[in-house]
């Protein structure tokens, strides 16, 4: 049976198997491209149980480091029932000033966007992440989350400008689908990129905003237009 080597590339610290067919060879990553070196048998490092060998040794024996334990960061539920009493909030007002003037909702409309999209945009991203990547957490993350959460409002509003104030006729629907699509393909390339997650995760991220959004100016009387063949 073939002997598996161990290697961790050095520019992108992707961790992956090769064949000991490799060893001491020179290759491309195929996570990032960069050329890296893969070790001989003698070079790998052993990992061991703590409690019988005390900690880290390499092929000869030597200490060489005590293992990082990593943490198993796992949604909370405490956090998805304060999300869901955030929600629960969000549509009662949103029904409380369902009567008021389209122009005294706009401003409560700009701010509302980026509001929701920061919870959804935190609890999307720890329902999608990638499991074999440390966790975002701490100050990174709620940057992350609050470039992605404004971002996610202004995409309402670009399309808001090029659709919400247009008299759409039948004979649009081409350029209404073709602005949806736009908007989504948008959202999904900003969630992927601003939490390091796969493209089909990134349109979920983003359809999560959507959906709760739409259902938000559904509430308030608000056309939406994703919605509009079917008032």
């Given at each position: ?7 961790t590339c ?6 992956f198997?090769?064949s ?8 491309p ?6 050329v890296?070196?893969?070790p001989?048998l ?13 900690g ?6 030597k200490?060489?480091l005590?293992?990082?334990e990593?943490?198993?960061a796992?949604?909370?539920?405490v956090?998805a ?6 929600l ?6 949103a ?6 003037d389209?122009?005294?909702?706009t ?8 509001v929701i ?6 609890a999307?991203y ?14 990174e993350?709620?940057?992350?989350v609050?470039?992605?959460?404004v971002?996610?409002?202004a995409?309402?509003g670009v ?20 602005m949806v ?9 900003i ?10 995760s ?10 709760v959004?739409i259902l938000?100016?559904?509430t308030m009387?608000?056309?939406?237009h ?6």
């Amino acid at each position: 049976m073939s002997t598996k080597i161990q290697v961790t590339c050095a520019s992108c610290f992707k961790r992956f198997e090769v064949s000991e067919q490799f060893a001491g060879k020179e290759g491309p990553c195929p996570a990032c491209g960069k050329v890296i070196r893969i070790p001989t048998l003698d070079e790998q490092v052993n990992v061991r149980e703590v409690a019988g060998f005390g900690g880290v040794k390499d092929a000869s024996g030597k200490l060489v480091l005590k293992p990082i334990e990593r943490a198993d960061a796992k949604f909370s539920p405490v956090a998805a029932g304060i999300i869901g009493v955030a929600l629960v909030g969000l549509f009662i007002v949103a029904f409380m000033i369902k009567g008021m003037d389209a122009a005294d909702k706009t401003p409560l409309l700009i701010i509302g966007s980026i509001v929701i999209a920061i919870p959804l945009a935190w609890a999307g991203y720890w329902f999608l992440r990638d499991d074999e990547l440390e966790p975002y957490g701490g100050l990174e993350l709620w940057i992350r989350v609050g470039i992605c959460s404004v971002c996610y409002a202004a995409i309402w509003g670009v399309y808001a400008f090029f659709i919400g104030y247009l008299e759409l006729n039948p004979e649009d629907l081409p350029f209404l689908v073709t602005m949806v699509i736009i908007s989504v393909a948008a959202g999904s390339f900003i969630a992927a990129g601003c939490f390091d997650i796969e493209p089909i995760s990134g349109f979920l991220h983003y359809t999560l905003y959507l959906a709760v959004t739409i259902l938000l100016r559904m509430t308030m009387d608000l056309p939406g237009h994703f919605t509009y063949w079917w008032q």
